[in-house]
């Protein structure tokens, strides 16, 4: 087609750069220097170096630099720019401060884009000291940092898990002319959710929804948020910012796909991560080792270990290569459900697979001893660690701690709290909220107010669950005073009581036997919208019931019947109680058609108090009706059971009733006790004629006889043997 202009190679160069491979590049570069026209240029070794940075080839880069000089082609600002962001995209960051001080000594000054480009290298390895320290020779060099070097910075705060640091440097970028961009918004957010500011990161959002910056949302800026709600357990919100992200026409790509998995994984949502899962195929993207691990957690969270397994045979099957989270996983799959064998051999598989497990797989591990009460595997899997060579940090001691503790073994949890001292490993707020729960719940006490002392010197935060338990000991032992003093220590830090707070604080108000300071409290829950529960309203039940008003139990049952509150076993008893106390029997009958649906699940000491309450009012076929009605649901009947029917039939005097109730004990294999033959004996003799009494004594007889020549299955089995015999002898066909 004719020779080639000279003036022709930069524009097909740039051109095959920009759109084309590299493969295909890299020929035509070659075919270029092959051509007897050709000049070396350093715009197309520019382009060249800057090609290979993007595809990280690093040492082809730095041999296109070499090469150019022996084209007697000398580097310009540009080709040392592209070279150190080449170094800087392999996390080369101490090439790249090399290369910027080459450059010094060759008498090139820097431009901005390198010392952006040299900052970049330093915050992309977290060494966010020294990119500080680029930026402050950039200021001495009169360059001035621009939009791109305070988002390089921020990011380097970000990597360097420096995020209280990147918030402080946001505040001081407010102060110049430079205003923030979409990209320095979306580090301020991340960095917000790592603090566990939501609310500040939910403000910058909807400012830059409502349009009230110039910066708006992307695809990261709602995938940070996906995974804000997702921390927070909000699972419904973080749907709701998905489809958001939709309806503003962003397409989501596999990060946000994999945030909204999380989610549901984290909730347990298994079919919805599965939905996810399935979308992410549908639009074209392919799964990666987030997204089947992700689904795999789902699965162990749901209770479903099997479920989990085989999408870790998925990831392998797909031709991917599990990691260590997936691995966790797994174990916490199998863990958390009780399967503690499948866990351990989940942790030898992993170290098979080449994959050395770390502090969390030994944390999983312990966590799933405690919740299967296997204290001798404890032992096994802390001494598995050290041999390991595993160093257990704050988190694992924690873990051991309380799995300890939820065994019973509260020595064992206090040496290796004395062990942490030893070597010097901090204490958190974690490892008190585990001792002083778990002694709490070993009825120590002492203990774990002192614990709770211990805490307050370290000036540790007092978690809702450390005041809860405290407050708990406090009234085990008796210490009214003692205990409104620390709920009102909670309220004056800033910790406000829920609803488990305000639980203990009325069991401590019903131990002593203070029934007003009790409904103050619960008057205060009302109006502080604590949302009450079943456990709290048993506990003030109990105040009013041991302080003589139970007209304001029957009051509160109306009051939770309105709220939809569930009656429980133990609010079933106090308000049986409370009706036996009142002699309010009608109340006590309207009372059955709440206790019908819960009858399998009331103890059988409430439902015979129940059934006590109506022989006593009189409401005898009432009383039968209930009986009846426990006999259908398969709830517990027992001797006591029996034994408060036949008082109450024996008071009535319905003797035929009375004879029947005895039969259905004998049928229901419950004998009866000579005291309620005696007691059916005295009454025909008392209280009915005489041809009454010859009836009632006939059945007393039959029924007596029955009871003691029962049929043993021995007795059975002999004379069986013996028809056999016979049937043998005899020759006769069965």
């Known amino acids: 087609m004719g020779r080639f202009a000279r003036k022709n190679f930069p524009f097909l160069i740039r051109e095959l750069t920009q759109i084309g491979s590299i493969e295909h590049c890299n020929l035509v570069f070659r075919w270029m220097k092959n051509q007897k026209n050709y000049c070396a240029r350093n715009d197309i070794y520019n382009m060249m170096i800057r090609l290979q940075a993007r595809h990280h080839r690093i040492d082809q880069a730095r041999g296109l630099f070499f090469e150019m000089q022996e084209w007697r082609c000398k580097p310009d600002v540009e080709t040392y720019n592209a070279l150190i962001n080449a170094h800087g995209r392999a996390g080369q960051w101490r090439w790249a401060m090399n290369i910027m001080e080459d450059m010094l000594r060759a008498a090139i000054p820097p431009s901005r884009s390198t010392f952006n480009n040299l900052i970049n290298a330093c915050g992309s390895s977290g060494n966010w000291k020294e990119a500080l320290n680029v930026c402050k020779k950039m200021t001495d060099n009169g360059v001035g940092p621009d939009l791109v070097t305070h988002n390089i910075i921020l990011s380097a705060f970000k990597s360097g898990a420096q995020y209280s640091k990147a918030l402080s440097y946001f505040e001081l970028m407010k102060g110049t002319r430079i205003r923030p961009d979409t990209t320095t918004l979306n580090i301020v957010i991340h ?19 409502e349009k009230r910056s110039d910066c708006h949302p992307d695809v990261v800026t709602f995938t940070s948020i996906i995974h804000l709600y997702s921390v927070c357990g909000q699972v419904e919100n973080s749907e709701a910012a998905f489809n958001m992200m939709l309806a503003e026409g962003l397409k989501p790509n596999i990060v946000s796909y994999n945030a909204l998995i999380g ?10 991560a599965l939905l996810v899962f399935n979308e992410i195929k549908q639009n074209g993207f392919r799964p990666d080792i987030v997204s089947y691990t992700s689904l ?40 958390s459900n009780g399967l503690l064998a499948d866990a351990i051999g989940i942790l030898r598989e992993m170290e098979q697979d080449g994959i050395q497990p770390n502090v969390v797989s030994i944390c999983t591990l312990l966590a799933a001893c405690g919740r299967c009460s296997q204290k001798v595997k404890i032992d096994t899997v802390l001494s598995a660690a050290g041999m390991r060579g595993i160093k257990l940090n704050t988190v694992a001691y924690n873990s051991a701690i309380g799995s300890y503790m939820n065994v019973g073994e ?3 949890a206090i040496g ?11 204490f958190d707020s974690v490892t008190y909220t585990v001792l002083i729960s778990g002694c709490c719940k070993m009825s120590k006490y002492g203990e774990a107010i002192s614990f709770m002392e211990e805490m307050m010197q370290l000036k540790l935060p007092l978690s809702k669950e450390v005041y809860s338990s405290v407050i708990c000991a406090y009234s085990k032992q008796g210490q009214i005073i003692e205990a409104e003093s620390t709920f009102n220590l909670m309220k004056s830090s800033g910790c406000y009581p829920d609803v488990v707070t305000y639980t203990a604080m009325l069991d401590a108000y019903n131990a002593a036997e203070k029934w007003e300071k009790a409904y103050a409290l619960f008057e205060e829950m009302e109006a502080n919208n604590i949302k009450l529960d079943t456990i709290a309203c048993s506990a003030l039940m109990r ?12 009051g509160l049952a109306e009051s939770m019947r309105e709220k939809e509150i569930p009656f429980s076993d133990t609010i079933f008893f106090e308000m049986v109680s409370s009706c036996s106390l009142l002699h309010d029997w009608r109340t006590a009958v309207d009372m059955i058609k709440y206790i019908e649906p819960s009858l399998p699940v009331i103890s059988s000491g409430c439902l015979n108090m129940f059934l006590n309450s109506l022989g006593k009012s009189g409401k005898i076929e009432t009383m039968l009706k209930v009986f009846f009605k426990m006999l259908a649901s398969g709830a517990n009947v ?6 408060i029917l036949l008082n109450n039939l024996l008071s009535s005097g319905n003797w035929r009733k009375y004879l029947e109730v005895l039969q ?6 419950i004998h009866p006790s000579n005291d309620m033959y005696h007691d059916i004996s005295s009454f025909s003799q008392k209280c009915c004629g005489a041809e009454n009494a010859a009836v009632i004594k006939e059945r007393l007889v039959r029924l007596h006889r029955r009871s003691l020549c029962p049929i043993s299955p021995p007795c059975v089995w002999r004379i069986l043997m013996e028809l056999k015999t016979r049937i043998l002898e005899n020759s006769v066909s069965l």
Do not use: H
């Not at 989610?263 to 919805?272: I, S, T």
């Not at 989990?308 to 290569?321: P, S, T």
């Not at 105040?543 to 029957?554: C, E, L, S, W, Y």
């Open 416 to 426: 290796l709290y004395k062990s942490m001292r030893k070597k010097k490993i901090n």
């Open 191 to 209: 960095c917000l959710v790592k603090l566990q500011q939501y609310d500040k990161a939910i403000d910058i959002f909807d400012s830059m929804r």
């Open 263 to 272: 989610a549901y994984a984290a909730c347990g949502m298994d079919n919805e």
């Open 296 to 335: 795999l957690n789902a699965y162990g969270r749901s209770q479903k270990p099997q479920k989990a397994r085989e999408v870790f045979e998925m990831i392998k099957r797909n031709k991917l290569k599990p990691n260590l989270v997936s691995y966790n996983a797994l174990i916490d799959a199998y863990g």
């Open 543 to 554: 105040a009013f019931n041991k302080g003589g008003q139970p007209g304001r139990v029957i």
């Open 410 to 412: 509260y020595d064992k």
């Open 638 to 643: 027992n001797f006591n059971t029996y034994s």
């Open 664 to 669: 259905w004990m004998e049928d229901a294999g």
